[in-house]
């Protein structure tokens, strides 16, 4: 079983940056997958990104070139850098870990337009 915390929600304008985090515990988080996903009011909960234990990263596409996956291990957290933020980015942001499936508590992000 994996522990997640999310942090780093907020409000900010569109084509700003934030930048969340996921501190994880209770395994060794170098062994562990992990992955952002996101639920906007009415909608389905959605895929973002994720961070493979081998090190390899995957996107949405509508977050492709914006959004940074990114680890420290040391640290035991997870990143999720998001720039050029869009109106369409309003959401809860959840980190995942899916080799235990288990999920943090969410994060809310919300971009004025």
């Known amino acids: 079983q994996v522990q997640l915390v999310e942090s780093g929600g907020g409000l900010v304008q569109a084509g700003g940056s934030l930048r969340l985090s996921c501190a994880a515990s209770g395994r060794t988080f170098s062994s562990v997958s992990m992955g952002w996903f996101r639920q906007a009011p009415g909608k389905e909960r959605e895929f973002v990104a994720t961070s493979w234990r081998g090190g390899s990263t995957y996107y949405a596409d509508s977050v492709k070139g914006r959004f940074t996956i990114s680890r420290d291990n040391a640290k035991n957290t997870v990143y999720l850098q998001m720039n050029s933020l869009k109106a369409e980015d309003t959401a809860v942001y959840y980190c995942?870990?899916?080799?235990?499936?288990?999920w943090g508590q969410g994060t809310q992000v919300t971009v004025s337009s």
């Open positions: 995942y870990a899916p080799d235990f499936g288990s």
